[in-house]
């Protein structure tokens, strides 16, 4: 059968050849199985080689599958139907008879003949025995590869559980006791953090800001200094502080069991994978080839003896025959009858153990059925208590008392925040305001520059061309939308809060963490320590552009980039000194001269040359503006 599975049975170890693309169904599966072994089908648990349930989609690709009898993972109840043997009765022990040993007449031939063929029949049925009885020991073997197989199976399954289960405990033991520790602090101080709260004056605007409450004292009433309890909802803040103990004292409750249970399962779960590291490790279930080395040996013995027989058979009463056929009768007698008659009293005492330690294996596996069984319904057991013990629910009454804990934090947090806003806003508009400023200065020299070209050039080529125009490509910077409206908070307003929690002498590490905040305002941004990274290296430019509002530079700084500035503007002064005349005018001048030789050298006879040469006369036109 080319597409046959191999389908192995757990308790009988039996192996089945189905062809799985017949099915349509996981039911149809476990009908074929149950005709053919001794289980109901609705008693069939399938799993594939790596210990995963059987599923219809994958059925065709397997090539092993492993069936138990969920009969046998339960243990027995009273009044209950008897359980399906998984052992089979061990074979009575082999009794070897006594070789042939009796000859009428030493001196014939005939006599020694008829002992010879009487022990080949011996020999003869007891390799025919020991056949059988090899064949046991293999099949034996067998079975106790197919449970051993199947309990490999299991033990996967039971390792998947396990393992999904881990690290999800593992993270809940992360939290959990922190988590328990802070909420009983929480149950016993809620009402003094409420007090906390109440005696710490906040800015009205602020908590308006953040819970969208009008603190106004309404029409002729003055407004009431706003404080920190004014951030929480004291309604819900009494009623979840009241529930707190006892809510506490169950989830304590479930968390205890939780402990308790899942450290039985990951015992338990540890015993079964020792116990069964123990089993793969005997050597007792990999004798399997012994028997049939074991069976060679007898069968070698059984022809010799039956060669021999028939080598008697060609002797004469002569007394030569008569004294070989002694000798061999004799070395029958010493060597080769008691040969295998020990090989076959071998052959019984191994099939006897490989039936014993297929029965064994069959008992400890159906006790591992039982365990993973166990450790599996605690396994789930566990799940659920981890579940009650996430529950959101309860963890939300412990989330508001922790917010009444951290409610100068937030407070804290929310003005910082709006501090960095403003202080980011007004820095942008600062830059933005340099940043056109500096446009204006590079749009301006360039309109300068340009009507002093025009200026030197003139309308010599392309007259009325627009080329000193004042269209200067310019800058314009706008800034597009505005932030939320933040309050109007101060760092003083925030360092008034930090002295008023130490002087309150509120938690330590809350104190502590606002005081982070209050250093984190006058961190840089990465931009600024870029910058001034740069000028620590040797930069001279002044970082206009990004410097927070009210940042200070260096007298030293200032003063070097303030001569570097006065350097420039003596050069471009002197250079402006030292400017050559328009070129225009020294055109003009140079045109002009040198038509009014022109004519004077027309009234003039000039003397005879040779052909070929000429004369270059040196003009000095520095005075005309030209470098000759």
């Known amino acids: 059968m080319e597409m046959a599975t191999q389908v192995l049975i757990a308790h ?110 011996w020999a003869l049925k007891i390799l025919d025995d020991s056949a059988q009885m090899a064949q046991a020991t293999q099949d034996r073997a067998n079975e106790t590869d197919v449970m051993f197989r199947c309990l490999e199976a299991a033990i996967a399954n039971l390792v998947s559980v396990v393992k999904t289960l881990e690290p999800k405990y ?15 602090t929480l149950t016993k101080t809620w009402e003094q953090l409420l007090s906390l709260a109440r005696s710490i004056p906040v800015a009205s605007g602020m908590v308006r800001f953040m819970t969208g409450r009008d603190l106004s004292g309404g029409k002729g009433r003055p407004q009431k200094q706003a404080t920190l309890e004014d951030l929480v909802n004291l309604d819900h803040a009494r009623n979840v502080g009241r529930a707190a103990p006892s809510t506490l ?15 039985r399962l990951f015992q338990d779960a540890d015993r079964l994978f020792r116990d069964f590291e123990e089993i793969a490790n005997r050597s007792d279930l990999r ?52 040969s295998i008659s020990k090989r076959a009293e071998e052959m019984d005492e191994m099939v006897r153990y490989a039936t014993q330690t297929r029965n064994t294996l069959a008992s400890q596996s159906v006790h591992f059925m039982r365990s993973i069984t166990e ?3 605690l396994s789930t057991t566990v ?113 008034e809060l930090h ?35 740069a000028f620590k290296n040797g930069s001279v430019h002044e970082a206009a552009l ?28 002197s250079r402006a000194r030292t400017r050559r005349q328009p070129m225009t005018r020294g055109f003009t001048s140079w045109k002009r001269r040198t038509i009014s030789s022109r004519k004077r050298s027309m009234t003039k006879r000039s003397k005879p040359k040779a052909r070929w040469s000429f004369s270059v006369r040196s003009r000095d036109c520095r005075g005309s503006g030209w470098n000759l």
């Open 499 to 533: 002295e008023r929690l130490q002087k309150e002498r509120a938690d330590p590490n809350l104190v502590a963490d606002i005081g982070k905040l209050i250093k984190e305002l006058n961190n840089p941004t990465k931009q600024q320590s870029k910058r001034l990274k």
């Open 546 to 573: 990004g410097r927070r509002k009210g940042t200070k530079t260096k007298s030293s700084d200032c003063r070097l980039v303030w001569k570097t500035r006065r350097t420039r503007l003596s050069t471009l002064a």
């Open 375 to 377: 450790v599996t319904a």
């Open 12 to 121: 009988t170890g039996q192996r089945l050849e189905i062809d799985t693309t017949q099915f349509q169904s996981l039911d149809d599966f476990k009908a074929s199985v149950a005709r053919q072994s001794s289980i109901p089908a609705q008693c069939i648990i399938a799993l594939t080689s790596q210990g995963r349930p059987l599923k219809l989609q994958t059925i065709q690709t397997e090539k092993e599958i492993y069936v138990y009898d969920i009969r046998l993972t339960q243990a027995p109840s009273a009044g209950a139907s008897p359980l399906p043997r998984y052992e089979i009765p061990v074979p009575k022990h082999y009794i070897v008879t006594d070789p042939p040993n009796q000859i009428e007449d030493s001196r014939s031939v005939r006599s020694w003949q008829e002992l010879f063929k009487a022990r080949r029949a």
């Open 287 to 338: 004798q399997e080839g012994e028997s049939l080395q074991l069976l060679e040996d007898i069968e070698a013995v059984a022809k010799k003896i039956d060669t021999d027989y028939h080598t008697t058979l060609d002797y004469t009463n002569s007394t030569r025959d008569v004294l070989q056929a002694s000798k061999i009768a004799e070395n029958h007698t010493k060597r080769l009858l008691p």
């Open 383 to 495: 799940r659920g208590l981890m579940n009650s013990v996430n529950q959101e629910d309860e963890l939300s009454t412990f989330d508001y008392l922790r917010l009444i804990h951290q409610v100068p934090w937030m407070y804290a947090s929310y003005v910082a925040e709006a501090i960095k806003r403003r202080e980011w806003f007004d820095k942008v508009k600062q830059d933005s305001s340099t940043l056109a400023n500096e446009m204006a200065v590079f749009q301006d020299e360039e309109l300068k520059r340009r009507r002093r070209w025009h200026k030197e050039i003139g309308d010599a080529y392309q007259p009325g061309t627009p080329v000193a125009d004042g269209n200067v490509p310019g800058l314009e910077v706008n800034l597009l939308g505005e932030d939320d409206q933040w309050p109007a908070v101060t760092r003083q307003d925030l360092d």
């Open 170 to 184: 593992a993270e809940l033991q992360g939290w959990l006791p922190d988590f328990q520790t802070e909420a009983v």
């Open 249 to 263: 004292k169950d989830l304590n409750g479930r968390i205890a069991e939780l402990d308790k249970n899942a450290s």
